[in-house]
């Protein structure tokens, strides 16, 4: 079956940088659109970034541009989230997901990870 597993969570203070996994097996990954979201306690899930299946599109939350970034390797079945200048207000847990095109969307994926934990405090 299609399973998705991030990793790279933890606790950093702010201004730090974390750098998310997301590696998938069960489906052909360079065939799939990779997008990340993320859901902060009390809070519905919010789109973070987005990229093409080759990778030459890329998608950001407007809160997140020039701060993240999206890249996947796909000799690895990877996808990545470089998060660079971390705020307290993007502590959340951040979901990978895998769909047929990048989206802003929830409903555009159909296969979704566990979650990996991103805590941003002082």
């Known amino acids: 079956q299609v399973q998705l597993v991030e990793s790279g969570g933890g606790l950093v203070q702010p201004g730090d940088s974390l750098r998310l996994s997301c590696v998938v097996s069960g489906r052909t990954f360079s065939r799939y659109a990779m997008g990340w979201f993320r859901q902060a306690p009390g809070k519905e899930h919010m789109f973070v970034a987005a990229i093409s299946w080759s990778g030459d599109s890329t998608y950001y939350a407007d809160s997140v541009k020039g701060r993240f970034t999206i890249s996947r390797d796909n000799a690895k079945d990877t996808v990545y989230l470089q998060m660079n200048s971390l705020k307290p207000e993007d502590a959340a847990v951040y979901y990978c997901?895998?769909?047929?095109?990048?989206?802003?969307?929830?409903?555009?994926?159909?296969?979704w990870g566990q979650g990996t934990q991103v805590t941003v405090s002082s």
């Open positions: 997901a895998s769909g047929d095109v990048p989206s802003r969307s929830r409903d555009a994926y159909d296969y």
